[in-house]
C-alpha cells in the first residue's frame, strides 16, 4: 500500500504476480470508467474517472506493458426503499486494462484520488537500461 500525498489514504498497487485472481480474469463487470493516457518526457500518467468510491476499495496493478485498475462502487445514496425515476450512474464492479505505450519503472509507481479522479504515474525508463549483456562464465 502506499499514502496518497494529499488525504493521507492507502492505495494499494500490485505487480505483476501479486494481483488478486480477480483482476487478471474477470467477470461479472458492470461498466467501464473513462480513462487518459499522458505520455510525458519523465512519466506516463493515467487519470480514471471514479467518482463515489473510497480510495481503499480500488486495486491498481500494473504488469509489464499494462496498467489494470478494478473495485466496486455501490449505490450512489439513499439507504432502504427507493423509487427511482432515472439512472444514469454505474454501479457495481468495475474493470479498466491500460496499455503503456513505453518502457516504465513499475517499481516507481504512484497514485492519487482526489475529487473522483484517480491519477496513477508511473516513472518511464530508458529502454537501454532494461537491455542486460550477460556474460558467458
Known amino acids: 500500500m502506499r499514502n496518497d500525498r494529499e488525504s493521507g489514504r492507502k492505495t494499494r498497487i500490485f505487480f505483476s504476480g501479486e494481483e488478486d485472481a480477480r483482476m487478471r ?10 480513462a487518459d493516457v499522458i505520455v510525458t518526457d519523465t512519466e506516463v500518467i493515467v487519470v480514471l474517472e471514479i467518482a463515489g468510491m473510497d480510495s481503499d476499495t480500488i486495486n491498481i496493478v500494473t504488469d509489464g506493458g499494462k496498467l489494470r485498475i478494478g473495485g466496486v462502487r ?4 439513499c439507504e432502504g426503499s427507493k423509487q427511482y425515476n432515472q439512472i444514469e450512474i454505474e454501479i457495481g464492479r468495475f474493470f479498466r486494462e491500460v496499455e503503456i505505450p513505453v518502457p516504465v519503472d513499475q517499481e516507481k509507481t504512484t497514485a492519487r484520488y482526489d ?3 484517480l491519477e496513477v504515474r508511473i516513472a518511464r525508463t530508458d529502454p537501454a537500461s532494461r537491455v ?3 556474460e558467458i562464465e
Do not use: A, I, T
Open 25 to 34: 480474469y474477470p467477470s461479472d463487470l458492470s461498466w467501464e470508467p473513462p
Open 74 to 77: 455501490g449505490s450512489s445514496c
Open 115 to 117: 475529487r473522483g479522479m
Open 132 to 134: 542486460r549483456k550477460v
